[in-house]
Structures are given as C-alpha cells and as structure tokens.
C-alpha cells in the first residue's frame, strides 16, 4: 500500500465511540468491537462506522486507519454519511410489505398490473415477475440492464439471463422495476415515501435515496484499493437498489425496530418477510460449496444451521439463524447481520474498496461461527 496525506487532526480520528451501555452487552461482541482496529489498520479502511443494538445494550462508534489516515477535508464522526450501497434493498423491502398490509399491492400479483413493462425485450415473461419473485431475486434478470448511473439507464432494453421464476438471480434491475409500481402506487417519488413510510418513523432525519444538500459536508468520500479519493458519488436520481446514504445509528434504528421487532408491520407481513422463499446459489450455472446454507427471504438472505438436503435448495431448512444484507458500490462497503434468537444486530460502513477484507476474521469473532458471507459475497 502507498503512503498517503496524513492529516494533521489524526489523533482525533482515531476513536471508537460508544453509549454508557457498553459494560453491559455480551463480552464476546465488546471483544470484538475492542478488536476493530487492527482489523481496520490492516485493510487500510479510512473510516468504519459501526452500530450494535440488543437487549442488555446499544454501542456505536467508528474507527479510522491509525498507519494510513486518509485525504479527507470533511469532519469525520458518528454522523458521518456513507453510501448503503444495496443496504437500500432491506429498507425497499419493508416499505413494499407495508404496503401488502394495507392491500395496497400483492406479493403475487404481476407488477405489470400496477405499471408498464416497456422496457422488456420479452413481455411476455415481464408478465410473470411479482413483488415476491422480485424481493426474493428470482427475476433471471441481470443485476442490471446498463449502470443505472448513466444518462442511457431510463430507456435501456432490458432481456432476461435466465426464465423468470426459475432460480435465484440477484437483480437491481427487477428492484427497480418495483420501485416504479410502488411510485405508481402512491403517486410519489421514492424519497418522499420511504420518509413518511421509515425515515420518519424510525428516527433517521439524515437518511435519504436522493442526495441531500447537508450531504455536501456530511457525505465523506469512497478511495480505491489503491487509495485514490474518487469523491462523494453522486447519483443522478433515486434508485432503492442502490442510491441509499445513511450512518450506522440511523440504519440500526431500522434494523431493530422494523426489520427485528417488525414494527409497522403485522405478524403475518412480519413473519412471511422472515420466511426463506430460495435456495440462494449465487451463480446459477456455478454451485459452490459457500452456497449450501444460504437462503434469500423479501429483501435479504438468510444462514440456515444446516445445508438445503437437494442441490436446489427445495428441501430447505424451515427457518434461518441469521439473516444478512451486504452492500458494494465499489469504494463502499456495508454489512449487516440479525440473530434474531438473541435479538442481537450489527451493521456497518466503510468508504474503502477494502472494506469487505476484515468481514471473515471480524465476523468469527462477533458471532464465533464460521459463517460463509466472504465467499458467497467476493467469489
């Protein structure tokens, strides 16, 4: 790794903040948190933001690179914002099961029953996809159809990689593409929904899917592996498989009481969001062993105690024992992981393409399992 510009208000990055709750949570994750920053010294990680939430307690905090401290002329601190980067599928996710509540949109209804479906090369396979197969990324369609940061995205032709309904395909594009029947829906734009449906409620006045202007200041930079500053990222409109930017205290707030506690949701919506819908092979042509106790749900993946019994996942385990998101906008890395059976949460975010390096030793010791997330994610 190359030197880089060591500001000269280093010493007071170097920080790991936390509530006066910390003595009281489980000692093994204190361990764990206390054990951050070498992590983040070895990956070269500029800043990494963290939340944990339980019971007994709460602890946030973050932690900057103490041999490598980054070309950053923002303040850096708790209430620094990052790009979620896919951990704006989740929160996506909640909004649509509270709208299956309300019976404003169905879980298995074709979506082109609330909106076009023009952009398809194959309409009539754009007829099958539903808010179910979609949440559960089993469209066949690519992640995306072009960058969906580029002037073409809006009007791009979008063609299916594999028969819809057929197996799990991890798709921006299908995300997207309920995004606009969600818009239709409501009759408004995706910010100003997730504000009155999430941001609101849960106590996240900083968190938004379009750019924000105290985001000038507050949004810190992404660098390469190579550490080049490639700037704040600016998207040019709001897009809920991507275009998300938060601070771990806000998204934990969501994690906990939407998403742990199903707050906002009833008991059946809560329940069926948990409920394993697909055996989560990453590469549908490609089966790999990091694949067998991976599952997908309504808008995140599940680890099963157990491997599926078949290759396709049909003889799944009835239920997970943890469930997870990452996000990846390549010089910003997320991650977030629930036990629900300790009602215990972790997230976190970093502006380093580096950021998912210390995801494998990190993970091992917050939960003490060896958990396949690295391998399912990277390779």
């Known amino acids: 790794m190359r030197n880089l510009l060591v500001l000269s208000l280093a010493a007071l990055l170097l920080v790991a903040g936390c509530d006066t709750k910390k003595e009281q949570i489980n000692p093994v994750v204190e361990a764990a948190i206390d054990g951050l920053q070498p992590l983040v010294d070895s990956c070269g990680i500029p800043v990494f933001q963290y939340a944990y939430f339980s019971p007994q307690g709460n602890v946030h905090g973050l932690v900057c690179a103490q041999d490598t401290v980054f070309d950053m002329p923002l303040p850096i601190g708790e209430e620094s914002i990052f790009q979620a980067a896919s951990l704006s599928k ?73 028969p819809a309904d057929s197996c799990f395909a991890y798709s921006g594009e299908g995300y997207a593409f ?19 449906e999430v941001f609101i409620p849960f106590d996240m006045p900083s968190t938004s899917y379009a750019w924000q202007p105290a985001y000038d200041t ?10 080049e500053n490639r700037g ?34 009833s008991e059946a919506a809560h329940e069926e969001m948990f409920r394993l819908q697909v055996h989560a092979q990453r590469y549908a042509d490609e089966p790999r062993a990091c694949d067998s106790s991976v599952f997908w749900c309504l808008g995140f993946g599940a680890l099963t105690e157990e491997a599926a019994d078949s290759p396709d996942g ?7 024992e943890y469930f997870w998101h990452w996000g990846d906008n390549g010089n910003f890395k ?46």
């Open 90 to 162: 989740p929160l996506f996710a909640y909004i649509v099961m509270k709208m299956v509540d309300r019976g404003e949109i169905d879980l298995d209804t074709p979506i082109s029953e609330y909106t076009d479906i023009d952009r398809f090369e194959d309409k009539e396979m754009a007829g099958v996809l539903t808010p179910r197969i979609v949440l559960s990324h089993q469209t066949g369609l690519p992640n995306w159809a072009t960058s969906p940061s580029s002037d073409e995205w809006p009007t791009s032709r979008i063609t299916f990689k594999y």
């Open 178 to 196: 309920l995004q606009r029947a969600v818009e239709a829906i409501q009759g408004q734009p995706l910010d100003e929904i997730a504000r009155r």
């Open 218 to 227: 507050l949004a810190l930079p992404g660098y390469n592996r190579e550490g």
């Open 232 to 265: 704040q990222g600016r998207h040019p409109r709001a897009n809920c498989a991507y275009t998300l930017r938060t601070n771990a205290i806000e998204y934990s707030h969501f994690l906990q009481r939407g998403l742990l506690n199903g707050e906002g949701l």
């Open 314 to 320: 049909v003889d799944a385990p009835e239920g997970g």
């Open 334 to 379: 997320a991650l977030w992981l629930l036990h629900p059976a300790t009602q215990e949460g972790f997230v976190y975010f970093s502006n380093r393409a580096t950021g998912h390096d210390l995801l494998n030793p990190f993970l091992k010791q917050l939960t003490g399992d060896e958990l396949p997330l690295n391998d399912w994610i990277r390779n």
